[in-house]
């Protein structure tokens, strides 16, 4: 046994710049999740195929009747109903009001 030697490893600390770069871009990530998920406007869904359908037959409605649901004849008017869940005459105003 040597005397003057140490027979166990020194563990070595991590450097506090290391440390500084590792907390630095913990603090960045959260931040980025908490915008994403607490401040974000919300996105719209992607409208599926048939929807966009729907939603152009209902605007052309809107300008043939000019928003005025009493003006479209019993069959577009019970497809209206059906398409907007009941609220055909909403539907007309904001399809009328869309770009």
Wanted: proline share 5%; hydrophobic share 50%; aromatic share 8%.
């Amino acid at each position: 046994m040597a005397a003057g030697r140490n027979s166990q490893a020194v563990k070595s600390s991590p450097k506090p710049i290391a440390m500084a770069a590792v907390a630095a871009v913990l603090i960045l990530f959260l931040g980025w999740l908490a915008y994403a998920n607490f401040f974000a406007p919300p996105k719209a869904a992607p409208l599926t195929a048939e929807a966009k359908t729907n939603q152009s037959w209902i605007k052309q409605m809107a300008v043939k009747s000019g928003g005025d649901i009493s003006k479209l004849s019993e069959e577009e008017r019970a497809k209206l109903q059906t398409l907007a869940g009941g609220y055909g005459a909403m539907a007309l105003k904001t399809a009328l009001t869309e770009k």
